[in-house]
């Protein structure tokens, strides 16, 4: 074999052995343990434990998808009591199934992700609007403020609320997009201890 071209192959090689492999984009890392869900038709993409299962209601397959997280039963049938907002958000969802049995009252814990036409931009404007927005479920809340996730600033609002016979609480971020929409992550338990776990999902969340 020609010297020239035992050097190219050499070098073909070594470059192959050394290539890097591609990095996520920066602000998209999640930790590990969980993985991506949502993307551009939603607006919103979210890291969640990859036990959590989703389902994704830009596509028209949303309440097969609904189905397929695992769901049976009692929380199956709540669960789809609020599939045609979640579709004509074309938000994204997600669940673990693993908390169904975690709960007293049998309730999933859960996320919901979705834009909307704005809000407002101003920390006291989303504020004003997620506090109504509460009130008008019954809820009572804990705290509300300003709050930076990664590379977006939005507000952060918790509240408890009775639910199935059960007392669950609710993180929900409002964050202002630079398209002129509000989106809204809104995460629910009715288990004791998930406040961290909360606060690094909320973490991840990235408009699109």
């Known amino acids: 074999m020609r ?14 052995c ?13 930790p590990n343990g969980f993985h991506r869900i949502g993307g551009i038709a939603n607006g919103v993409s979210i890291g969640v434990p990859t036990v959590w299962k989703s389902a994704d209601f830009s596509k028209p397959d949303g309440e097969a998808q609904m189905t397929a997280t695992g769901l049976t039963g009692t929380a199956l049938e709540r669960a789809k009591k609020g599939i045609a907002a979640l579709m004509s958000a074309k938000a994204v969802y997600a ?24 809000v407002g931009a101003s920390d006291d404007a989303l504020i004003a609007v997620a506090s109504k927005e509460i009130a008008s479920y ?30 669950s609480q609710g993180t929900q971020y409002y964050i202002p997009s630079p398209k002129g929409t509000t989106c809204v992550v809104t995460l629910t338990t009715d288990l004791a201890g998930m406040e961290s776990l909360f606060e690094q999902i909320g973490s991840t969340i990235r408009l699109l």
């Open 3 to 16: 010297p020239a071209l035992v050097a190219l192959m050499a070098l073909l090689l070594l470059t192959a």
């Open 138 to 167: 019954d809820a009572k809340i804990v705290d509300a403020g300003p709050v930076t996730l990664g590379t977006v600033h939005g507000v952060r609002i918790r509240y408890t609320a009775e639910m199935y016979g059960a007392q």
């Open 18 to 30: 050394t290539e890097e492999e591609p990095k996520p984009i920066p602000g998209t890392e999640v």
């Open 95 to 118: 669940v673990d199934p693993t908390s169904e049995k975690k709960s007293a009252a049998g309730l999933v814990t859960n996320l919901s992700g979705l834009c909307r036409p704005s």
